[in-house]
């Protein structure tokens, strides 16, 4: 009955109306999903670059912002250790970056390349690691680091979230290897390079675009990372970017101090999706063929 | 400088599953220095197993392997002096074609310009000159493996092994291909060994050819005595198309000397060597282009089936009395059509006559040629 309707419908329309009601309404339904990650997003960014007070100022928002103020950054950088957090914050994500990335490198050349004995039992344990969430990892991890006495330092923070991280990475890049031919590294050998060289002059620009995509998840995983930060981490001299915006919300510091924190840590994921995405949709793609 | 290849006893185990596949038996082989040697089976007789370690790249279980006097069994790939095109061309996707030919002679130090000065001529004699800024992707099947074929041999390798390279390729290019490689192993100093699985490179490109069989070596020749005087039933069968009629036939003894007899013929040949197989059957072995339409010393009579002209010449498919397939080739068709009965006939040096386990005994071509050129002496 309804398909018939339908079918009525479809014929009564001219097929170049009907092209553009189906148009529309995709572009509506685009729409809506960048509203409802845009607007949290624009609220973030409004109150960010309010002056002090305006945002509340008569006890209603304004939309449109009445003025543009930069006083709320110049007051984090003069007046809290934001300047600090955001140095801690590279040095752990630039530590994970490398870290995680060669270890990923590493790992999934020589599952990709080598036969040894438990081989399939390590690939399933790795998935198995995969699935266990941070938080269940958080107190053995802070028994590790007492016991090893690595407790509030910056390595022992990269150490733990490379292993979070190392299965997905891991992972990666095998699925990444297992796509380079064994036949071009043989003929390089052939051609005389060492096994390292082959690895380096063939193997590794090949799979360049897997190792740009697991450096944007080892970025990711270390720049945002607040739980194990928080567990890790007990001076605020060491702190991270989200542990320091915790804490600055935590005391009174101000929303609005608050939200330019917020667009600070912001900054660098944006300019990565900015300029990375081809990575991103790799990375998407290779978990679904793999 | 080419050098001789030689295998001693070399043998390669696999182990799959729970029991172990002798991918190469034993193999004593030697490949003289210089020539083009093509090893030539179906699939799974071993043939790339072989390449592979004589490349290095597979290690043997037992045996030893030498270029000229020099044991290299122990020795990595990347100190023997060869050069390898694979099957899937193994170009590298990241470099340009310049870049993928020179690499060998980067990794060996070659200053930058004597190296585009030997790449550019490289490049200049595959007809690949205007290319050689371009990656891989942007050529054609034929332009990738010029530029496989230049990477091989613009080092000025010792050997030059290629696995299947033109398995790939469309019939014309092969063809095409066939000759340059050819072209190319005559300008050079070098001992080619060349793996395929199909007998028309073999027969066409090399001097010698090594046909294997389930990890055995069949039989090692040139191609015309591989054709003309195949050691067995299997390469009677594998080289050379159409395969060779097999006519099974009883011998038996008259007056004393062998005689084939069945499908109505009786042939008598006398050799000492089929004096143990009297009272067997064995096959009489002749090949389709020695069997002609309209007769010969020997005559049958087969069905027509199916005519494939193939322009100058065609093959002809057809049903012997026994109800088995039979194949001549003939250059006259005129007369010939599916459905008809003609009569196909060859002489007595045309055949080959081969044991019950497939070991040619006698070739009908030595045995009446030597006994006629005896009766001239006399």
């Known amino acids: ?162 292993a979070l991280l190392s299965p997905l990475n891991i992972w990666l890049m095998w699925q990444y290897f297992e796509t380079v031919p064994i036949s071009l590294e043989e003929r390089a050998w052939i051609e005389g390079a060492s096994r390292w060289r082959a690895v380096r002059d063939v193997v590794l620009p090949i799979a360049r675009p897997g190792i740009v995509t697991a450096a944007i998840f080892s970025f990711s995983a270390g720049w945002n990372n607040f739980l194990l930060a928080q567990i890790v981490l007990s001076d605020s001299e060491m702190y991270t970017l989200p542990v320091g915006a915790a804490l600055l919300l935590g005391r009174d510091a101000g929303w609005e101090t608050a939200m330019s924190v917020s667009v600070l840590i912001c900054i660098p994921p944006f300019l990565i999706a900015l300029f990375f995405q081809r990575y991103l949709m790799l990375g998407i793609n290779i978990g679904e063929s793999g | 400088m080419a050098k001789e290849i030689r295998t001693e006893r070399l ?83 990241h470099m340009t074609v310049r870049e993928n030919i020179g690499y060998a002679l980067k990794i060996e130090g070659v200053p930058n310009e004597e190296r585009a000065e030997r790449v550019e001529e490289a490049a200049e004699i ?136 069945g499908f109505g013929m009786e042939i008598e040949v006398p050799s000492e060597e089929l004096e143990p197989h009297v009272g067997e059957t064995v096959d009489l072995g002749v090949r389709p282009q020695y069997l002609s339409a309209g007769g010969g010393s020997f005559e049958l009579d087969v069905t027509i089936d199916v005519i494939e002209p193939l322009g100058t010449e065609s093959v002809v498919h057809a049903t012997r009395p026994d109800g088995e397939p039979i194949d001549f080739v003939t250059d006259d068709i005129a007369e010939i059509f599916p459905g008809d009965t003609v009569t196909v006939g060859f002489d007595e040096e045309d055949l080959i006559v081969f044991g019950p386990n497939g070991e040619a005994v006698v070739y009908g071509a030595r045995l009446f040629d030597s006994a006629s050129a005896t009766q001239q002496i006399n």
């Open chain 1, 1 to 162: 009955m309804i398909a018939a309707v339908a079918d009525a419908v479809t014929d009564a329309v001219p097929q170049r109306t009907l092209g553009r009601v189906q148009r529309t309404l995709t572009y509506l339904v685009i729409l809506l999903m960048c509203l409802l990650t845009a607007v949290p997003l624009y609220v973030m960014l409004l109150v960010a670059f309010q002056p002090t007070g305006a945002v509340f100022s008569g006890g209603d928002l304004h939309i449109i912002p009445q003025t543009i103020s930069f006083e709320n950054f110049t007051e984090l950088l003069t007046e809290t250790d934001a300047l600090t957090y955001t140095y801690n914050s590279i040095v752990v994500t630039v530590g994970v970056m490398v870290l995680a990335t060669t270890i990923a490198c590493i790992s999934g050349y020589i599952l990709t390349r080598f036969e040894f004995r438990g081989k399939a039992a390590f690939s399933r344990s790795i998935l198995l690691s995969y699935m266990f969430s941070g938080i269940v990892l958080a107190v053995p991890f802070y028994i590790l680091f007492q016991t090893l006495g690595l407790l509030n330092s910056h390595f022992a923070l990269v150490l733990g979230l490379t």
């Open chain 2, 126 to 261: 595959l007809q690949i000159a205007d290319q050689l800024e371009k990656k891989p992707d942007a050529l054609s099947g034929g332009q990738q493996q010029r530029v496989a074929l230049g990477a091989a041999f613009v080092k000025e390798p010792e050997i030059i092994l290629f696995d299947e390279p033109m398995s790939d390729l469309d019939a014309k290019l092969r063809a095409e291909l066939r000759v340059e490689v050819q072209q190319l192993h005559k300008r050079l100093d070098a001992t080619v060994v060349y793996v395929t699985h199909d007998q028309t490179e073999a027969m066409t490109m090399s001097d010698t050819v090594v046909t294997l069989r389930e990890g055995h070596v069949e039989q090692v020749a040139p191609p015309t005595e591989l054709f003309d005087f195949p050691n067995s039933t299997y390469v009677a069968e594998f080289i050379g198309t159409p395969a060779t009629n097999f006519l099974p036939v009883d011998l038996q003894l008259t007056d004393g000397t062998p005689t084939l007899r």
């Open chain 2, 11 to 93: 043998r390669k185990e696999y182990d799959a599953d729970d029991r172990t596949v002798v991918a190469n038996d034993d193999i004593d082989l030697t490949i003289e220095e210089g020539e083009f040697t093509t090893i030539v089976g179906p699939s799974g007789c071993g043939k790339t197993t072989l390449l592979r370690m004589i490349a290095g790249l597979q290690e043997p279980t037992s045996g030893r392997l030498y270029f000229g006097d020099e044991d290299v069994t122990d020795e990595r790939p990347q100190d023997r002096d060869i050069s390898m095109v694979f099957q899937n061309i193994a170009l590298y996707p």
